[in-house]
């Protein structure tokens, strides 16, 4: 099963378990990154889970080399996994995979995605008016440091973001 038919079908997951997918998940995009290559569409549906529990981040088809000789601002990827300089038209970079995975913890934690709109203009102009919905406001069962884990990652501003994937680890 994917992780987005694991919350169709279960609703969100436990702040725990959804962490342990996290450490799993940064794990796997540290590698990527490493082998010096960006994923462009981390999110729940393109991770799987086998029957022994083991996570497999897959479908790299949108995926290239993160050396800048193939980067482009091509828009490319899932809008509400992206992150909003993506959406605005730059390259995508290590910091817009962190972006995306934030999104996936979101999803997995609430059961639904931080920012949301009907079509990609609205996306857009919701990331730039509102931005993300606080984590507080959907879990406030959730401890503040896990919390301050997943809105860091999904933070609007690149630079806030962790800059590496081991570092969100």
């Known amino acids: 099963d ?17 962490l342990l997918v996290g450490i799993d998940l940064a794990s796997a995009l540290g590698a990527v ?3 010096r290559m960006l994923h462009r569409d ?3 549906r393109n991770v799987v889970r086998q029957r022994g529990g083991r996570l497999v981040l897959m479908d790299f088809g949108a995926g290239y080399r993160a050396d800048g000789a193939s980067a482009a601002a091509d828009g490319v990827g899932t809008p509400l ?11 995508a970079s290590v910091q817009s995979d962190i972006y995306g995975l934030g999104v996936l913890l979101c999803r997995l934690v609430t059961g639904s995605y931080p920012v949301t709109a009907e079509d990609l203009a609205g996306l857009e102009a919701a990331h730039g008016v509102g931005g993300p919905r606080r984590l507080a406001d959907q879990r406030p069962d959730m401890p503040v440091a896990a919390r ?12 806030l973001r962790y800059g590496h994937a081991q570092e969100l680890e």
Request: glycine share 8%; aromatic share 2%; net charge negative.
């Open 42 to 44: 981390v999110k729940a």
């Open 33 to 35: 990154h490493a082998a």
């Open 81 to 91: 996994y992206m992150a909003p300089e993506v959406l605005a038209g730059a390259p």
């Open 148 to 159: 301050d884990v997943i809105e860091r990652a999904c933070a609007r501003d690149p630079g």
């Open 2 to 18: 994917s992780l987005d038919d694991v919350v169709a079908r279960d609703g969100a997951m436990g702040v725990e378990d959804a």
